[in-house]
């Protein structure tokens, strides 16, 4: 089945009902999750359709603190399987010591989330992820599937709305990131992560706004 094809057979679904057909589609499918603030939306739509699903979780090292025990909170609440991915210990360390995200951060997202993902995604057909249109404008054009290089993407909540989010929040009491009442709506790695409205937190007067990931 090509990609266009795909989008005219899911775009009527509920994400629920996508998520449940995805695995009807494809033999392996990769789930992560950067546990960020609207992450618990597809971790509970997932735990509702597939139940004991694998999550994978970037470990970049440089995840706040809230961020890693907002992990564990779900993790139990859920009785989610996760499995970390990490980056090479030594390219790791590197950008620890020459502090590259201040110097160069598409090297540093390169060297700790698309280099570790790059390995992992080689396994899979499908790889799912929670980026939805309202985020910011690359995430608005893109559709429910895409073909990147050698491995299709699945964005099964892309078209919900923030109003849709919210309420689906409220509807089942999900706990919200502890950083999201401070101000941060959007959280990634505590160097390059600051408050605001959206991703105008992420990469601050870096002229950039996505690690790579989904490029």
Same mark, same amino acid.
């Given at each position: 089945?090509? +990609?266009q094809a795909?989008? *005219?057979?899911?775009?009527?679904l509920t994400? @629920?009902q996508? +998520?449940?057909e995805?695995?009807k589609d494809?033999p392996?499918?990769?789930?992560?999750?950067?546990?960020?603030?609207?992450?618990?939306?597809?971790?509970?739509?997932?735990?509702?359709?597939?139940?004991g699903?694998?999550?994978?979780?970037l470990?970049?090292?440089?995840?706040f603190a809230?961020?890693?025990?907002?992990? *564990?909170?779900?993790?139990k609440m859920?009785?989610?399987?996760?499995?970390d991915?990490?980056?090479?210990?030594?390219?790791?360390k590197?950008t620890?010591?020459?502090?590259?995200?201040?110097k160069?951060?598409?090297?540093?997202?390169?060297i700790?989330?698309?280099?570790?993902? *790059?390995? +992992?995604?080689?396994?899979?057909? +499908?790889?799912v992820?929670?980026?939805?249109?309202? @985020?910011?404008p690359?995430?608005?054009?893109?559709?429910?599937? *895409?073909k990147?290089?050698?491995?299709?993407?699945?964005y099964?909540?892309i078209?919900?709305t923030e109003?849709?989010?919210?309420?689906?929040?409220?509807?089942? @009491?999900?706990?919200?990131?502890?950083?999201?009442?401070?101000?941060?709506?959007?959280?990634g790695?505590?160097?390059?992560?600051?408050?605001?409205k959206?991703?105008?937190?992420?990469?601050?007067?870096k002229?950039k706004?996505?690690?790579?990931?989904h490029?």
């Amino acid at each position: 089945m090509n +990609i266009q094809a795909l989008n *005219e057979k899911y775009k009527t679904l509920t994400p @629920q009902q996508r +998520i449940a057909e995805v695995y009807k589609d494809f033999p392996t499918v990769l789930f992560t999750s950067s546990f960020g603030t609207s992450a618990v939306f597809l971790l509970h739509l997932f735990n509702t359709v597939k139940p004991g699903e694998n999550v994978y979780f970037l470990d970049t090292t440089y995840h706040f603190a809230e961020t890693l025990e907002y992990k *564990e909170r779900l993790t139990k609440m859920f009785g989610l399987t996760v499995k970390d991915i990490l980056p090479e210990d030594w390219k790791n360390k590197f950008t620890q010591n020459d502090h590259t995200w201040h110097k160069d951060p598409d090297l540093c997202c390169a060297i700790n989330k698309v280099e570790p993902m *790059e390995k +992992i995604k080689e396994g899979f057909d +499908i790889w799912v992820s929670g980026l939805m249109a309202f @985020q910011n404008p690359h995430r608005a054009n893109l559709n429910i599937f *895409e073909k990147k290089e050698d491995i299709i993407k699945f964005y099964p909540v892309i078209d919900v709305t923030e109003e849709q989010l919210n309420a689906y929040l409220k509807e089942h @009491q999900l706990p919200v990131h502890p950083l999201k009442p401070l101000g941060y709506s959007s959280v990634g790695c505590v160097h390059c992560t600051s408050k605001g409205k959206g991703r105008e937190g992420r990469w601050s007067n870096k002229g950039k706004t996505e690690c790579g990931l989904h490029l």
